[in-house]
T-cell receptor, first 117, second 116 residues
Framework: AQTVTQSQPEMSVQEAETVTLSCTYD???????LFWYKQPPSRQMILVIR??????QNATENRFSVNFQKAAKSFSLKISDSQLGDAAMYFC??????????????FGTGTLLAVQP | DSGVTQTPKHLITATGQRVTLRCSPR?????VYWYQQSLDQGLQFLIH???????AKGNILERFSAQQFPDLHSELNLSSLELGDSALYFC???????????????FGEGSRLTVL
């Protein structure tokens, strides 16, 4: 079964600095999606960035970028120029493209990011 | 606004009671997923429906059940409630249709259930 592991329960970064959140996953599939979701105190689940496994180029969305290492099954999130509004729980998630009966999203346990002014 | 609507947003009830959580997916999305998030925990997959049919079950208790109706809205029924059922219940929808399929799940704002 596919699993997603986030080994950093909590992280802290100074405002305007850069922070990297780690995520590893386990799968035998070759095609899949990877996501980072943000959950602020409001508890809303907000998509930060997505990556298709068949694309070698790392995804980027403004200040957010990923380092996707397919062979190592690693998918880290880099937040540049951190802002106070980035403080939230961040979840890494995996989803099969061809999931048979289901292609549910599988989440890691999350990393709580604090941003210090 | 994700386009996914969940009601109620908050619900307080007593042990042993039964509640129903409702979800309206984004227009055109055929898949509905239910997730449970207990306090300070990750999101646990409960069940997936596609166009009215159950596709997969995750860690869903026998006291819980769900269905998806012809208009594609879904309901999650929780019965014989226990203190440990207190959690945030998310509904998410997605499309599996061709070029519109970005793989993303669109989440509602969740229904916060408190069992006293």
């Amino acid at each position: 079964a596919q699993t997603v592991t986030q080994s950093q329960p909590e992280m802290s970064v100074q405002e305007a600095e850069t922070v990297t959140l780690s995520c590893t996953y386990d799968t035998s599939e070759s095609d899949y999606y990877l996501f980072w979701y943000k959950q602020p105190p409001s508890r809303q689940m907000i998509l930060v960035i997505r990556q298709e496994a068949y694309k070698q180029q790392n995804a980027t969305e403004n200040r957010f970028s990923v380092n996707f290492q397919k062979a190592a099954k690693s998918f880290s999130l880099k937040i540049s120029d951190s802002q106070l509004g980035d403080a939230a729980m961040y979840f890494c998630a995996y989803r099969e493209i061809y999931g048979g009966a289901t292609n549910k999203l599988i989440f890691g346990t999350g990393t709580l990011l604090a941003v210090q002014p | 606004d994700s386009g996914v609507t969940q009601t109620p947003k908050h619900l307080i009830t007593a042990t042993g009671q039964r509640v129903t959580l409702r979800c309206s997916p984004r227009s055109g999305d055929l898949s509905v997923y239910w997730y449970q998030q207990s306090l300070d925990q990750g999101l646990q997959f409960l069940i997936h429906y596609y166009n009215g049919e159950e596709r997969a079950k995750g860690n869903i208790l026998e006291r819980f059940s769900a269905q998806q109706f012809p208009d594609l809205h879904s309901e999650l029924n929780l019965s014989s409630l226990e203190l440990g059922d207190s959690a945030l219940y998310f509904c998410a929808s997605s499309t599996n249709a061709g070029a519109a399929n970005t793989g993303e799940l669109f989440f509602g704002e969740g229904s916060r259930l408190t069992v006293l």
